[in-house]
């Protein structure tokens, strides 16, 4: 994803709910290196209880993400993925201009993320390493879904 061109498709992303294929939502995210395994009845309540942003070409979905957020100080931005197929296309930097341009994402205090290799992408649109990392504190379970 790394200085990806916007994308010169057409390209629509939406983040109406009833519009998101969640076959392909969880299909890569039990693949993916942060969910392995997870189950999809975990990503469907995942996907219902955030604002999420389905990218679409030719009416498939191509790529997902999703804002765990209160809308008024605190965003979590998370599984952004867009499908092998379709990478190197500006896919995510699409999905991040949606995201950050959002009308209910405006004026947040804080945007946190974890990611392992697309810091490229994310620092795009201003994040950072953490300022503090000190401050920071984390229960982290990374095999929960293989229990």
């Known amino acids: 994803m790394t200085g990806e061109p916007s994308a010169p498709f057409p390209l629509e992303i939406s983040t109406d709910p009833s519009r998101f294929d969640l076959d392909v939502v969880h299909g890569y995210l039990a693949r993916s290196y942060w969910a ?42 998370a599984d952004v993925f867009v499908l092998e197929d379709f990478r190197g296309r500006g896919v995510a930097t699409r999905i991040m201009e949606a995201i950050v341009s959002h009308p209910d994402l405006q004026g947040l205090r804080r945007w946190m993320l974890v990611t392992r290799d697309a810091h490229p992408l ?10 503090a990392p000190e401050r920071h504190m984390e229960i982290a379970r990374p095999d929960i879904y293989s229990r």
């Open 122 to 131: 994310y620092e795009k649109f201003g994040f950072r390493p953490l300022a």
């Open 36 to 77: 392995e395994g997870v189950p999809r009845e975990i990503v469907e309540r995942a996907v219902r209880g955030s604002l999420g942003f389905a990218a679409f070409e030719g009416g498939r979905q191509i790529g997902f993400a999703r804002v765990i957020t209160d809308r008024a100080t605190f965003a979590y931005l």
